[in-house]
């Protein structure tokens, strides 16, 4: 008999069940933002993108692209010997998120909807750290270990972060 993995590995798991919820998830971020632009509940510009990026970063999650560009880019180009590089996806995701959220930040006409915003960018924020907390941590040795518990919520974190932002997006008034 083949030993199961633990419930933390498989949580941890690119192809656990929060994976999956992750990329229906985004999915659905990406239709939602096709309806309310076609809907003229955002601008149309900002709708475009929102559908662009939520598409893209959806076909990431459920054909793991960024892990592997992270795991294999090493054998297109040298320049992968460098952390930076080799993670430069999810940096991106960070980087090219908060610009994107001020701007829908903008768009979305209640504090409470903003609210969510900013809630769903916070936990995503962390998931990424989370994320990152193995490459960072041994270039700063005093920072401690990331405790197993926290790594296991990873894949949760996205889910969290990506209702988040869901329920701002439905929030939006004009969206029935």
Not at 48 to 68: C, K, N, R, Y
Not at 92 to 107: E, F, M, P, S
Not at 116 to 131: C, K, M, N, Q
Not at 146 to 165: D, G, I, K, Y
């Amino acid at each position: 008999m083949v030993p199961r993995p633990g419930l933390g590995a498989r949580w941890r798991s690119d192809n656990s069940p929060a994976s999956w919820l992750s990329s229906a998830l985004l999915l659905t971020l990406c239709i939602t933002a096709l309806r309310l632009t076609a809907e003229r509940c955002l601008p149309w510009r900002l709708g475009v993108w929102l559908v662009l990026a939520f598409g893209a970063l959806a076909l990431d999650e459920q054909f793991m692209l960024h892990e592997l560009w992270k795991f294999r880019c090493h054998e297109w180009t040298d320049a992968c010997r460098w952390s930076a590089v080799r993670e430069a996806p999810m940096l991106a995701v960070a980087g090219v998120g908060v610009v994107t959220l001020a701007w829908l930040h903008r768009a979305l006409s209640h504090r409470s909807t903003r609210g969510l915003l900013w809630a769903g960018f916070a936990v995503g924020l962390a998931a990424i750290a989370v994320d990152q907390w193995p490459e960072v941590q041994p270039h700063w040795p005093w920072l401690p270990e990331l405790p197993e518990l926290l790594a296991t919520l990873e894949e949760a974190l996205e889910v969290v972060a990506e209702a988040l932002v869901l329920g701002a997006l439905l929030r939006q008034p004009g969206l029935r």
